[in-house]
C-alpha cells in the first residue's frame, strides 16, 4: 500500500510512451521530467516537492494511466533549455497499476468530472484531488 501524508501533493505527468514510456522509467529507475513548455505546467513543476506522488499517464498512444511515481528531486532547470529559465524535476517509479485507467473511462466516470486532465486537457503535468486520485486508484484495482 502505498503511503500518502497530509502534505503530500498528487500529480499527474504525460508522457508520451514513444517517446518516454513507464517501461523506460523503470528500465532507468529514475528520470528527468523535462521538455516541459508550458507555464502552468511549469509553475507544477516548480510546486513539487520530494515525496510528492505523480501518476504516469501515457498521452497520444494508449490514452491510459499505467503507474504512479514520486519526485525524488524537485526544483531542477531543465536541461534541455539553454536559457534555463524552464523547470524540470526527477521522478522515481513505485508501482505499475493493476489495470490502466483510459482517458475514456475517466471521461465516462460523473465523480472525475472536475479533473484538471479533462478541463485542461493539454496541460502535461496536473495536480490531482485525493478523491480523484482515490477513485482512480480503485478502477485500476490498486497497484503491482
Known amino acids: 500500500m502505498i503511503q500518502i501524508s497530509a502534505d503530500t501533493q498528487l500529480w ?7 517517446v518516454y514510456s513507464w517501461d523506460d ?3 532507468e529507475g529514475e528520470g528527468t521530467w523535462d521538455g516541459v513548455r508550458n507555464h502552468l505546467a511549469a ?8 515525496g510528492d506522488l505523480t501518476f504516469f499517464y501515457h498521452s497520444n498512444i494508449g490514452k491510459e494511466i499505467v503507474g504512479i511515481a514520486t519526485i525524488s528531486v524537485p526544483g531542477l532547470t531543465d536541461p534541455t533549455d539553454p536559457d534555463g529559465k524552464w523547470a524540470a524535476v526527477k521522478v522515481k517509479p513505485v508501482a505499475k497499476l493493476v ?6 473511462t475517466i471521461k465516462a466516470t460523473p465523480d472525475l468530472a472536475d479533473m484538471e486532465l479533462l ?11 485525493p478523491a480523484e486520485w482515490d477513485h482512480i486508484l480503485a478502477m485500476a484495482g490498486g497497484t503491482v
Open 12 to 18: 499527474l505527468m504525460k508522457s508520451e510512451p514513444d
Open 25 to 27: 522509467l523503470v528500465s
Open 43 to 50: 509553475r507544477n513543476l516548480r510546486t513539487m516537492k520530494e
Open 99 to 104: 489495470r490502466p485507467v483510459s482517458l475514456k
Open 119 to 129: 478541463r485542461l486537457s493539454r496541460l502535461s503535468v496536473s495536480a490531482v484531488r
